[in-house]
């Protein structure tokens, strides 16, 4: 397991806060999140205001629309830093098919909260496969991309540079059940290659091998995913 601890003079950036349930329900009708879902903004707001309860947890709470009614593929697009708009990087065309985890429930509703949420930056530099186990040891549970863009589109300030996340609870099945290497992750593109130079310091949906470290990537999890 590699040493995470950072050195004394380091201190690690705050995590924004999260708006409260309400604005957070006026923010996915504002980018037509509902309407990608099939989901009516007066229910999405009833939701919210159901689930406000929930709001004094620690990390504060996500509203989440259920990625089988919005694919990461439909909300990456609503992204934006600088005024520019997020991208799936183009060897991820299959975005969609990243699935959750065999071990994780989800709620069976189109919309749900999760609570506790955590960039995961005392896991930087280490790897997916090492940081899952560790995550889920804590009690916790590791964030899905749709919930990673979720969070991002709900607080655009939670991609800092030198300080994103990657997304581990969802992960590709191939053929024959073994999953695939890749695992997705937020970041802030650097507009380079194929990105393009126009993309620079737009939000990207990427991915980074399961074996692999990297020093500005954390781990995104939360502590309950729950309907109220």
């Given at each position: 397991?590699?040493?995470?601890?950072?050195?004394?003079?380091?201190?690690?950036?705050?995590v924004p806060a999260l708006p409260a349930l309400r604005a957070q329900a006026e923010r996915l009708i504002e980018l037509g999140v509902h309407a990608i879902a099939g989901l009516p903004a007066a229910g999405v707001r009833a939701f919210a205001a159901r689930a406000g309860a929930a709001e004094d947890a620690d990390g504060g709470v996500l509203l989440a629309v259920h990625p089988d009614r919005a694919p990461a593929s439909a909300l990456a697009p609503l992204l934006r830093r600088d005024g520019k708009p997020?991208?799936?990087?183009?060897?991820?065309?299959?975005?969609?098919?990243?699935?959750?985890?065999?071990?994780?429930?989800?709620?069976?509703?189109p919309l749900y909260v999760l609570t506790g949420l955590d960039r995961g930056d005392r896991m930087a530099n280490w790897s997916p496969d090492e940081a899952l186990p560790a995550v889920t040891a804590e009690g916790r549970t590791p964030l899905l991309l749709a919930e990673g863009i979720h969070w991002v589109l709900q607080q655009p300030a939670v991609?800092?540079?030198?300080?994103?996340?990657?997304?581990?609870?969802?992960?590709?099945?191939?053929?024959?059940?073994?999953?695939?290497?890749?695992?997705?992750?937020?970041?802030?593109?650097?507009?380079?290659?194929?990105?393009?130079?126009?993309?620079?310091?737009?939000?990207?949906?990427?991915?980074?091998?399961?074996?692999?470290?990297?020093?500005?990537?954390?781990?995104?999890?939360?502590?309950?995913?729950?309907?109220?």
């Amino acid at each position: 397991m590699p040493d995470t601890t950072p050195a004394p003079a380091t201190v690690l950036p705050a995590v924004p806060a999260l708006p409260a349930l309400r604005a957070q329900a006026e923010r996915l009708i504002e980018l037509g999140v509902h309407a990608i879902a099939g989901l009516p903004a007066a229910g999405v707001r009833a939701f919210a205001a159901r689930a406000g309860a929930a709001e004094d947890a620690d990390g504060g709470v996500l509203l989440a629309v259920h990625p089988d009614r919005a694919p990461a593929s439909a909300l990456a697009p609503l992204l934006r830093r600088d005024g520019k708009p997020g991208f799936v990087v183009g060897d991820m065309s299959d975005v969609d098919l990243f699935t959750p985890l065999d071990t994780l429930a989800l709620p069976h509703a189109p919309l749900y909260v999760l609570t506790g949420l955590d960039r995961g930056d005392r896991m930087a530099n280490w790897s997916p496969d090492e940081a899952l186990p560790a995550v889920t040891a804590e009690g916790r549970t590791p964030l899905l991309l749709a919930e990673g863009i979720h969070w991002v589109l709900q607080q655009p300030a939670v991609l800092q540079r030198n300080h994103c996340f990657m997304t581990i609870g969802s992960r590709l099945r191939k053929a024959g059940g073994a999953l695939d290497a890749r695992t997705p992750a937020l970041w802030i593109s650097n507009g380079t290659g194929r990105d393009g130079r126009e993309r620079r310091n737009a939000p990207k949906v990427g991915w980074c091998w399961a074996g692999n470290r990297h020093t500005w990537l954390g781990f995104g999890s939360a502590t309950d995913r729950r309907t109220a």
